[in-house]
């Protein structure tokens, strides 16, 4: 165990912010004997996974147990589908790689999103009309408690838009250690994103394959969305908000442009980003840190930002979007 530790290296926002201590589990069996430690009770813990959902406010008064458990595998396979177990510590944009390289499609859409296999179904993570939901088989965790072991199917994740029991009712309570995926060897694309369209055709691609929807979807983050390697920076800062239709319609009344998807729950989505670049910050810098220029739902940390000051620009635009438009605007990242 190591003590005082810098978890800048460890988020993606590059925040300074201290481990008082720090150990990295490569195993789930070395995770288990953490947890069966008399110590453990006594001290409180912190779990990181990739970082890239998180904004450090704070140095981390706990012991921070970065989950380092490695390994892509082969479980099963028939004629249509192949079951891929994947060890929570391993990167997820590598692991979408792996199945783009051997043809198992089903998470081509998912390329480039930064954070680890583990930290996926924490927050459902989506892309181009795909959301891990669709492809995730199990999820195996450990009980931080007891160190026992839980498989869970896909229904008992509650996978909702960024949502899952383990963000709400199992909060702090389960160690997530592996995902068991199932990828098409028949794959089904999902082009209908008009991004990813565009970028198909200027590509020059008739026929889409896994790998150029890969491709296409690589170009297009990488266009819009800051690399964290250069700009520290979480992804979307906020969700989209999802609103009744009549608060829909009479939003359309006053800002006749407003873009909004109908939802299966009856509700319409609203990009958070027209929202926020409407309402004049999109490009916004204030010091080290700002709105991005080109993707206004990314908040970004130019180097020597502190998290306190990304949360109180964060306050900031939530409070303008809401005096504009009356749409409450709720964090995607979360703080600590
Ligand atoms: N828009 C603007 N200005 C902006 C940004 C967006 O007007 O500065 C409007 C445009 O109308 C655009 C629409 O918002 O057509 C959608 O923008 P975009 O395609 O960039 O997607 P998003 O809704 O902003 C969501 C996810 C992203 C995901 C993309 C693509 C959330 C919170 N974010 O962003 O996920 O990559 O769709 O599917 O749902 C993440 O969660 O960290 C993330 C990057």
Redesign the pocket.
């Known amino acids: 165990m190591q003590e005082n530790v810098s978890l800048r290296h460890f988020n993606t926002f590059g925040l300074e912010s201290r481990a008082q201590f720090f150990e990295e589990a490569e195993s789930t069996a070395a995770l288990a004997d953490i947890i069966k430690n008399p110590l453990w009770k006594e001290i409180p813990k912190f779990i990181l996974g990739g970082g890239s ?1 998180i904004l450090f406010t704070q140095d981390i008064d706990a012991l921070v147990i970065k989950i380092a458990i490695k390994g892509i595998e082969l479980i099963k396979e028939d004629q249509d589908f192949v079951w891929l177990h994947a060890g929570a510590g391993e990167k997820w944009h590598d692991f979408v790689m792996y199945c783009v390289e051997h043809g198992y499609a089903g998470v081509e859409n998912l390329s480039l ?1 930064p954070g680890t296999i583990g930290a996926a179904p924490m ?1 459902n ?5 795909v959301e891990i939901k669709d492809v995730v088989e199990t999820v195996e965790a450990i009980s931080m408690e007891t160190a026992e072991m839980k498989t869970f199917s896909k229904e008992e994740c509650l996978f909702g ?2 949502e899952s029991i383990f963000k709400h009712a199992l909060k702090g309570k389960l160690v997530i250690t592996g995902v068991v995926f199932r990828l098409n060897k028949k794959p089904v694309y999902h082009v209908e ?3 990813i369209q565009k970028t198909l055709a200027e590509m020059n691609v008739e026929t889409p394959s896994i790998k150029a929807i890969s491709e296409a979807v690589i170009r297009i ?1 990488e266009s ?2 800051p690399d964290p390697a250069e700009i520290g920076n ?3 800062f ?3 908000p999802e609103i009744p239709i009549e608060q829909f319609d009479k939003l359309r009344l006053d800002f006749p442009t407003v ?1 909004g998807y109908p939802t299966i729950t009856g509700f319409v989505k609203v ?4 929202l ?3 309402a004049g910050w ?1 490009g916004y810098r204030e010091g080290d840190i700002g709105v991005h220029a ?5 908040l970004v940390n130019y180097g020597g930002g502190s998290g306190a000051q990304i949360k109180a620009l964060s306050e900031k635009i939530q409070k303008s979007v809401k005096e504009k438009y009356g749409i409450d605007l709720s964090a ?1 990242v979360n703080f600590v």
Request: zero cysteines.
């Open positions: 959902n999103i927050q993570i989506g892309a181009y009309g838009y960024r994103y008009g991004d983050r819009k969305l979480a992804g979307s906020f969700k989209n873009p990009p958070a980003g027209w926020i670049e409407q999109k080109r993707q206004a739902l990314v995607e």
